[in-house]
């Protein structure tokens, strides 16, 4: 079993490495510079680490989730 519970936000590469390359290109380019226009709290770093929560979800409970749509969930959450 992947351990992703580490807390720190270094594990997003670690979490997002089954997401599809094209996929978490475009949300990068395109949907996290959206979260500059947020508040802190809902900032670029709120959303990896609900990225990397997600996925420790997914794990922990053994759901055997899509990782692409646990990731494109997660990324867009706050958008707008």
């Known amino acids: 079993m992947k ?5 720190s936000i270094k594990n997003y590469e670690a979490c997002t490495k089954d997401v599809n390359p094209q996929l978490k290109k475009y949300i990068e380019e395109n949907i996290f510079p959206e979260y500059s226009k947020n508040d802190q709290g809902h900032g670029i770093l709120h959303i990896l680490e609900v990225i990397r929560r997600s996925f420790v979800l997914n794990n922990e409970l053994n759901l055997e989730l899509n990782p692409n749509m646990i990731y494109a969930i997660a990324a867009s959450h706050d958008v707008g």
Do not use: L
Not at 3 to 7: G, I, R
């Open 3 to 7: 351990n992703f519970a580490d807390t």
